[in-house]
């Protein structure tokens, strides 16, 4: 599966997706902020969201810019609606997120998120997601690999 994560900051943009819930005084470590991004098929929050990406993320490093982040994807369309993917990972490095589970169509779902920055700027980000995946369909009892019929 092949979408867009956009990341919208909150400040001077009137329409952000995150906020910062807890800023300590002593630097950014620590820095804790809600998510709900849209993700959509093609780069850009004004496109139709497909999914929203709801959690958490957090400055977890002193010495670089790494944030740990949590969140659920909660699929919007037709196709998948009402089905999750559960993924962990750091941002805003390109590389991989760990898919640790899923609901619906993506039931016990394994796998990796290949991400990549592909706009960056001081309030907004765009992901290019690579989605691979492997679940369970719970209706037959037997486990089957999705990637190239649910999530590639």
């Not at 977890?60 to 790494?66: L, M």
């Not at 619906?104 to 001081?122: E, L, P, T, V």
Request: aromatic content about 10%; charged content about 10%.
């Amino acid at each position: 599966m092949h979408l867009y994560l956009n990341q919208v900051a909150s400040g001077t943009n009137p329409n952000p997706n995150q906020l910062v819930l807890l800023r300590p005084s002593d630097g950014l470590l620590g820095v804790t902020a809600v998510n709900d991004w849209s993700i959509t098929t093609l780069p850009g929050a004004n496109n139709k969201a497909v999914a929203k990406a709801q959690g958490l993320h957090m400055k977890a490093s002193q010495t670089s810019n790494n944030w740990y982040l949590s969140f659920n994807i909660q699929f919007q369309d037709a196709s998948f609606a009402g089905s999750t993917l559960n993924v962990m990972g750091i941002f805003p490095d390109n590389g991989e997120w760990s898919i640790i589970g899923g609901t619906g169509a993506f039931s016990m779902a394994q796998g990796i998120i290949k991400h990549n920055i592909i706009q960056d700027s001081d309030v907004q980000r765009i992901y290019e997601l690579n989605i691979h995946a492997f679940c369970t369909n719970m209706t037959s009892g037997w486990v089957s690999n999705y990637e190239t019929t649910c999530v590639d």
